[in-house]
């Protein structure tokens, strides 16, 4: 009923994935999103769903959680396929949004199970440090992004709390009707705000205590460094970035990408 | 009322890679009209079993019996409304909860929902207010600005101005002073022995409960280790002991002059009773 959350946690088995470095994973997630978002092309979508696939095998995740992650979208997904058969669109674009979502969803649980938030934001940082040039502050929007990933389970738990202490004083959100939940709902957001406004305050004073200010330079420890299979895989995205711009732009393989669409379906 | 654990176990993220269990088969009956204790350490199952009794989480496998409701897995609760309105919780750290302007909204909230009629309410906010010993000046201050022991018992309030048969409380005498913690023991008692309620407290302080207590559960890895009346309970202590389980300091002097003098020291769970068992036996 409420303890069905599951959310930026990290697996822990070892793994070819979970040894990869963390800046490769980001820079090769960061790839493929753009490469997802941009093509409409039959044939970089099934290379990308390979790729996603051998990467899924290699992270020794166990498929249920994969799985989990994906269904939790459903209703949206729902909700475009109602949307876009309501406005008229190609069943085909209605096939294609579905598996960039499903694809997009995959792809960034493997980072998230396989890499702890600390690792995602080393590579966070790493993947914005070009922007340190122009005057981008990156470190600082890298610690507050730890910050954020790590609020997200303190305030699940925090609002499970409030939630179960109000429906033991009669204003229950999973059995009630529609009015009911909808006060159950403020009930729960009004402590929830004040309780992580006082949380924020107590974590930055206490952070401020032991030296640990967005204005000191940090070093970072590392225990993953970049190898080849490191590498391979950027290499690979870029690859598969790179042909698919190279095609587009040159207009060149049309041939490979019809035999595709004829193979598959007709 | 009778609240009865038939083989319930508990699973968090149940069919998960990343499940729990938080509960295994466990089985016991909570006596009416006694206060218990649920004893154990952290993540031994004390914080499910509430849950479990409130219908707020349902069992993974066995059944539940808390009075005519039959709470078992998958089976949505027909009335939860009217269970909740049998099982009163205070949960650890209630002051959490809070949510209104005024100690009066306070305890009102959500009493509607449990179909009470306003001058019924108003009634019983005041009672409520007067159980816990404040008074009605307290009805229009701001419950976020009163002090720890004042919060602790709005909260416990706001729970027994719906008069619930069966009353539970989490960790309640954690965080407070001792004046605060010796007023909540009074009132404990009280709702025992005047208003006639089934308690059932959950604590790490076996000290403070060992004063209060009729029966003891002492859980461990979501087991339970031992039950019953509290001097048979803590009657073992190496067993006890051996299985990682604090004894009560009274129960472990107790055991000692046991050992070393031979002499038995009794039934003794109160600090100034074993004092003058000591006079008279010196």
Same mark, same amino acid.
């Given at each position: 009923?409420?303890?069905n ?6 697996? =822990? ?7 990869m470095?963390p800046?490769?994973?980001m820079? +090769?997630?960061? @790839? ?8 409409n ?8 769903? @390979?790729?996603?696939? %051998? ?9 249920g959680?994969? +799985?989990?992650?994906? +269904?939790?979208?459903s ?10 058969l ?9 096939l ?5 979502i ?12 396989? +890499?702890t =938030? ?16 122009i ?7 890298a ?9 997200i389970?303190i ?8 939630i ?8 229950d ?13 403020f009930?729960?957001i009004?402590?929830l705000?004040r ?8 974590l /930055? ?11 000191n330079? /940090? ?5 993953? !460094? ?13 690859? %598969?970035?790179? #042909?698919?711009?190279t ?10 990408d019809?035999?595709f669409?004829?193979?598959?379906w007709? | ?8 176990? !508990? ?75 049998e099982?009163? #919780?205070?949960?650890?750290? =209630? ?22 009629k ?15 010993g ?32 069966v009353?539970?409380?989490? *960790? ?9 913690? *010796?007023?909540?023991?009074?009132? @404990? ?23 209060? #207590? ?5 859980l ?7 039950e019953g ?21 009274i #129960? ?22 074993l ?8």
């Amino acid at each position: 009923m409420y303890n069905n959350v599951l959310l930026s946690r990290y697996f =822990p088995v070892k793994s070819k994935m979970h040894d990869m470095d963390p800046f490769a994973k980001m820079l +090769s997630t960061i @790839i493929f999103i753009v490469t997802l978002l941009i093509t409409n092309n039959f044939t970089v979508m099934f290379i990308l769903t @390979i790729v996603t696939l %051998i990467m899924l095998l290699r992270s020794n995740v166990p498929f249920g959680l994969y +799985s989990k992650s994906v +269904s939790g979208l459903s209703p949206l997904m729902a909700l475009i396929i109602i949307i876009t058969l309501l406005v008229g669109v190609n069943y085909y674009i209605i096939l294609l949004v579905i598996l960039k979502i499903v694809l997009i969803v995959i792809y960034t649980s493997i980072l998230t199970f396989t +890499s702890t =938030p600390t690792e995602i934001t080393y590579g966070f940082q790493k993947v914005l440090a070009p922007l340190k040039l122009i005057g981008v502050p990156t470190s600082k929007l890298a610690l507050k992004m730890t910050m954020a990933i790590r609020y997200i389970p303190i305030m699940m738990e925090q609002a499970q709390r409030i939630i179960k202490s109000q429906a033991s004083r009669g204003v229950d959100f999973a059995n009630s009707k529609f009015d009911g939940k909808v006060f159950a709902f403020f009930s729960m957001i009004g402590p929830l705000f004040r309780l992580s406004n006082m949380r924020s305050k107590n974590l /930055r004073e206490a952070m401020e205590i032991r030296m640990y200010t967005v204005y000191n330079k /940090r070093t970072s420890y590392r225990t993953k !460094f970049w190898g080849f299979k490191d590498t391979f895989i950027v290499f690979l995205h870029l690859l %598969i970035l790179g #042909v698919f711009i190279t095609k587009e732009v040159l207009g060149h393989g049309s041939l490979l990408d019809n035999f595709f669409v004829r193979w598959i379906w007709f | 009322m009778e609240i009865k654990f038939d083989k319930v176990s !508990f699973s968090y993220l149940a069919g998960t890679p990343l499940q729990v269990d938080a509960l295994k088969e466990v089985s016991t009956t909570i006596e009416s009209n006694k206060i218990n204790a649920l004893v154990g350490p952290s993540g031994s199952g004390k914080s499910t079993m509430i849950e479990l009794i409130n219908g707020l989480i349902l069992p993974t496998k066995g059944i539940v019996h808390v009075g005519n409701h039959r709470l078992r897995n998958n089976i949505r609760i027909v009335n939860s409304n009217q269970l909740r309105f049998e099982i009163g #919780v205070v949960f650890q750290n =209630p002051e959490e909860q809070f949510f209104c302007n005024t100690v009066k909204k306070e305890i009102e909230f959500g009493m509607k929902y449990f179909g009470y009629k306003v001058d019924k309410i108003e009634e019983r906010i005041e009672s409520a207010l007067k159980m816990v010993g404040l008074d009605n000046s307290f009805l229009n201050r701001n419950p976020f600005k009163l002090s720890g022991g004042e919060k602790r018992r709005v909260a416990i309030a706001s729970v027994l101005a719906f008069n619930p048969e069966v009353i539970i409380l989490d *960790e309640p005498t954690n965080g407070l002073d001792i004046t605060s913690k *010796e007023m909540l023991i009074k009132l @404990i008692k009280l709702l025992k022995t005047k208003y006639k309620k089934t308690i059932i407290v959950v604590s790490h302080d076996v000290d403070t409960l060992y004063k209060f #207590v009729d029966n003891v559960i002492i859980l461990s890895n979501g087991k339970i280790l031992a039950e019953g009346n509290k001097f048979d309970v803590f009657s073992d202590v190496k067993y006890l002991t051996d299985n990682g389980v604090k004894v009560p300091r009274i #129960v472990e002097f107790i055991h000692k002059v046991k050992e070393k003098t031979g002499k038995n020291l009794g039934k003794i769970d109160d600090v100034n009773d074993l004092i003058k068992e000591i006079y008279q036996n010196v």
